[in-house]
């Protein structure tokens, strides 16, 4: 079945860049995902690039899609302190999204 | 603004009791989910539904059941809770295959 797997913790300093790696296995994935979930509260939408793109640009963020090694990162430029959080990499392959564990980020001031 | 909305933020019930976690969106979604969080584990599929009365499940069904006789609303029912349902349970929409699944606040379930 599908299968999503990320790093499970990552520290920066702030001002620095984070990059957040994620691997998939469904090759017929539609759309891949970033989803960042703050304590205590839902999922919120970051970010998505569509399986035919290499890479997507948004402000500070970056996605870049290998679809060859099945392989998705998250880049945040200058990272700041209101970035901690809990990022999940996702899959869409039909009608559902498989998530990964997610990847605790920590940025120290 | 999309709204998905659960009944609440917190939860304590007892083993064996039969728990209701309700959902409602208020975008006219056809799709909705139910997932549990679990530390490592990240977000699994529980059941969802693409219409009214209809169902299917998810990666982990076992020992819940849900219920849609509304578009809006999207119930998932513990029929006898037990201890290993301890977790975060969240919902989400969605309107047909468009990219974009909403997730409500999540309610944090304990079973004692």
């Known amino acids: 079945g599908e299968d999503v797997e990320q790093s499970l913790f990552l520290s920066v300093r702030e001002g620095d860049s984070s990059v957040i790696n994620c691997t998939y296995t469904d090759s017929s994935s539609t759309y891949l995902y970033w989803y960042k979930q703050e304590p205590g509260a839902g999922l919120q939408l970051l970010t998505y690039i569509f399986s035919n793109m290499d890479m997507k640009q948004d402000q500070r963020l970056t996605v870049l899609l290998n679809k060859k090694d099945k392989h998705l990162s998250l880049r945040i430029a200058d990272t700041q302190t209101g970035d901690s959080a809990i990022y999940f990499c996702?899959?869409?392959?039909?009608?559902?999204?498989?998530f990964g564990a997610g990847t605790i980020l920590r940025v120290k001031s | 603004d999309v709204k998905v909305t659960q009944s609440s933020r917190y939860l304590v019930k007892r083993t064996g009791e039969k728990v209701f976690l309700e959902c409602v969106q208020d975008m006219d979604h056809e799709n909705m989910f139910w997932y549990r969080q679990d530390p490592g584990l990240g977000l699994r599929l529980i059941y969802f539904?693409?219409?009214?009365?209809?169902?299917e499940k998810g990666d982990i069904p076992e020992g819940y059941s849900v219920s849609r006789e509304k578009k809006e609303r999207f119930s998932l029912i513990l029929e006898s809770a037990s201890t290993n349902q301890t977790s975060m349970y969240l919902c989400?929409?969605?309107?047909?295959?468009?990219?974009?699944?909403?997730f409500g606040p999540g309610t944090r379930l304990t079973v004692t």
């Open positions: 989400a929409s969605r309107q047909g295959y468009s990219y974009e699944q909403y």
């Open positions: 539904s693409y219409d009214v009365k209809m169902k």
């Open positions: 996702a899959e869409r392959g039909g009608n559902k999204l498989v």
